[in-house]
Nanobody, 114 residues
Framework: VQLQASGGGLVQSGGSLRLSCAAS????????QGWHRQAPGKQRELVAT???????NYADSVKGRFTITRDNAKNTVDLQMNSLKPEDTAVYYC?????????WGQGTQVTVSS
């Protein structure tokens, strides 16, 4: 499985961005997809996940602002980010997790200016 993240960029505080992660290979629909982020000098942290059944989970810091969705027909998982804050600045990584292991994309930079 290979994952390719896109959609990052520079945005002002209060703005929006939409990240997309495209997966190659099969079995996409049975995995749990997620977005994580890592800010400079900090550990990577969970942002949001979505299971094969569509159940979602969000970090408290992004609840009500971010929305994770998946399209099994297109093998994509998106992260809509609204009301962005400077503290959302980080490299965002998508991943897919199976019972036997997980795979990670290369990351996309999101920078929110104040």
């Amino acid at each position: 499985v290979q994952l390719q993240a896109s959609g990052g960029g520079l945005v002002q505080s209060g703005g929006s961005l939409r990240l997309s992660c495209a997966a190659s290979g099969t079995l996409f629909s049975i995995g749990t997809q997620g977005w994580h982020r890592q800010a400079p000098g900090k550990q990577r942290e969970l942002v949001a996940t979505i299971t094969s059944g569509g159940a979602t989970n969000y970090a408290d810091s992004v609840k009500g602002r971010f929305t994770i969705t998946r399209d099994n027909a297109k093998n994509t998982v998106d992260l809509q980010m609204n009301s962005l804050k400077p503290e959302d600045t980080a490299v965002y990584y998508c991943n897919i997790r199976y019972p036997w292991g997980e795979y990670w994309g290369q990351g996309t930079q999101v920078t929110v200016s104040s």
